[in-house]
């Protein structure tokens, strides 16, 4: 077993775990923030992406024990609880940027990051390519690039 | 996933040690080579050695007429790093086309070079480029370092630490991507430095990165892309699979090597 300590959504979080486990895992199984979604759990669909220390990484390839001692952003770390929703997922609830929503959680926390490195005026074509590693099965891209424009906007105000 | 016990090792030389009471250790990095292979059950470790908090293997800066980077950059750092795309923009460009934005950063470039995936983009770089691989032990240049499918010259505790790649006149790397898995297809990178052209090949080899010594010579004497028309590779040898046949792939590399270097000679 391997004692880790990390700060998750601006809350110490513990766990003595095997060293297998996901960091995937330990979010869904330890902590039961089960909005991060494990999808095809071989770092192709996205459905698993959250911030390691500010950047985008998808949570079904990093060993929890190797984010010991660092910072994770889930999708639940975006708004609290009661408090108005963050800028980008108000975007996708807005234009409706989701179908099913499996992979809705992975797709706003690559969009946050996405803002985070290239700006709020995002084109179309930036948007799609930088979402080639995240896939909507119901391939709803068509508002999910709506969505990431608007929110992008919106989060500069 | 098999189980394994977990090393953070904070020096190269703690990693290295670890090795004295472990062989049969394994490093890892950013772990997106390894992660997904101990997941499939392919690799199994008992130990793992986590490189990945040791500090300042993450550099990238000029030396002379050397880019030098660190073997924990991530592909991000590479791809958006102001030092890079001043002095080599060509591996700036390969590291953007890497896997997608969240592996970007987490895969480094010392764990691409150790993996020597068959389609992996720099192992391309550093043969068409001369680089120097700098280990805890020694230097090599990439042709004793790449010994073929995922076969490198390095020992079992031998630990890159840098890669040391020469400024050239004129570069560039172009890729064609599988569209399932974003490795190469094909990619070719184009050099044109001080001691000559070279033109080497990824994704294609049946041993992993090689030269075309027919373009070379040709490029040599002029560096224009018509300066190959006409000149073909052999498929004998190139893998053939589901993506594509030799046949296929050997043609990809002609049409690729032109486009490379209409790009390089296209940069200012």
Request: proline share 4%; glycine share 10%; aromatic share 4%.
């Amino acid at each position: 077993m391997a004692k880790v300590s990390m700060i998750v959504n601006g809350t110490p979080a513990t766990g003595n775990i095997d060293p297998r486990t996901l960091l995937v895992q330990f979010l869904r199984e330890n902590l039961r923030l089960t909005g991060t979604h494990v999808g095809c759990d071989t770092s192709q669909c996205g459905a698993c992406v959250v911030h390691l220390d500010g950047k985008a990484v998808k949570a079904c390839t990093v060993l929890a024990v190797m984010a010991d001692g660092h910072e994770v952003t889930t999708i639940e770390g975006l708004a609290a609880d009661g408090a108005p929703l963050h800028p980008m997922q108000e975007a996708f609830r807005e234009h409706h940027g989701l179908q099913c929503g499996f992979c809705t959680p992975g797709m706003i926390m690559t969009a946050v990051d996405l803002v985070n490195r290239k700006g709020h005026e995002l084109s179309d074509p930036v948007i799609r390519e930088e979402l080639e590693g995240n896939l909507c099965r119901c391939t709803g891209y068509q508002n999910i690039v709506l969505s990431i424009a608007a929110g992008a906007k919106a989060m500069a105000t | 996933m098999y189980d394994f016990i977990y090393h953070r090792p904070g020096t190269v030389r703690q990693a290295a040690n670890l090795f004295a009471k472990n062989a049969d250790a394994k490093l890892i990095a950013g772990g997106h080579t390894l992660v997904p292979v101990m997941k499939q059950r392919l690799a199994a470790p008992p130990h793992l050695v986590d490189l990945s908090h040791i500090e300042g293997l993450d550099g990238i800066e000029l030396k002379g007429r050397n880019l030098v980077i660190g073997a924990l950059a991530k592909h991000n750092d590479v791809a958006t790093s102001s030092t890079v795309a001043e002095a080599i923009p060509a591996l700036a460009e390969l590291a953007a086309l890497i896997g997608d934005p969240a592996v970007r950063h987490k895969g480094t470039i010392g764990g691409s070079l150790a993996n020597n995936d068959p389609t992996a983009d720099y192992p391309a770089a550093c043969l068409a480029l001369g680089a120097t691989i700098v280990t805890n032990k020694r230097k090599l240049k990439p042709e004793e370092f790449f010994q073929g499918l995922f076969t490198t010259a390095l020992e079992a505790d031998e630990i890159i630490t840098k890669v040391s790649f020469p400024i050239p006149r004129k570069a560039a790397y172009v890729k064609f991507r599988n569209q399932a898995s974003r490795y190469a297809l094909v990619g070719v990178f184009v050099a044109r430095l001080p001691s000559g052209v070279r033109v080497t090949v990824t994704g294609a080899g049946g041993d992993g990165v090689f030269r075309v010594a027919a373009f070379e010579d040709a490029l040599q004497k002029r560096f224009a892309s018509k300066a190959i028309d006409g000149l073909a590779v052999s498929p004998d040898g190139l893998n053939s699979d589901l993506h594509g046949s030799a046949e296929y792939r050997a043609h990809l590399i002609g049409v690729l090597a032109k486009r490379a270097v209409d790009a390089a000679n296209a940069r200012a």
